[in-house]
């Protein structure tokens, strides 16, 4: 599976950008999915996750991201509001498959596909 992410930018503080990922084979069904992202100079680190038992935001994320999927499940998006310099990263979504019926995980080594990753610039 390939997972395609898009809708990054360059937006300044306070403002709202959604992320979307897309898959190769169509549908998310059956994936636990996620979301994480790679400052510069850091490693990477978990942001959001989402199951059919749930969601879970990494704290920074808390109250400002939403994570979701389409009905049809062939979208991922993360709606991300009130920006902050410190959210400046590469976002990058992955998918667990047969992740769907566990809870949401934060744990990188548990996502078999990732995508490229998509660039967002928040400046002050």
């Known amino acids: 599976v390939q997972l395609q992410a898009f809708g990054g930018g360059l937006v300044q503080t306070g403002d709202s950008l959604r992320l979307s990922c897309t898959a190769s084979d169509r549908t998310f069904s059956n994936y636990g999915l996620a979301w994480f992202r790679q400052a510069p100079g850091k490693e990477r680190e978990f942001v959001s996750a989402?199951?059919?038992?749930?969601?879970s935001y990494a704290d920074p994320a808390k109250f400002r991201f939403t994570i979701s999927t389409d009905n049809s499940k062939t979208t991922l998006y993360l709606q991300m509001n009130n920006l902050r310099p410190e959210d400046t990263a590469v976002y990058y979504c992955?998918?667990?498959?047969?992740?769907?019926?566990?809870?949401?995980?934060?744990?990188?080594?548990?996502?078999?596909?990732w995508g490229q990753g998509t660039h967002v610039t928040v400046s002050s």
């Open positions: 992955a998918a667990d498959r047969g992740g769907y019926y566990s809870s949401p995980s934060r744990r990188r080594s548990d996502y078999d596909y």
């Open positions: 989402i199951t059919w038992r749930g969601t």
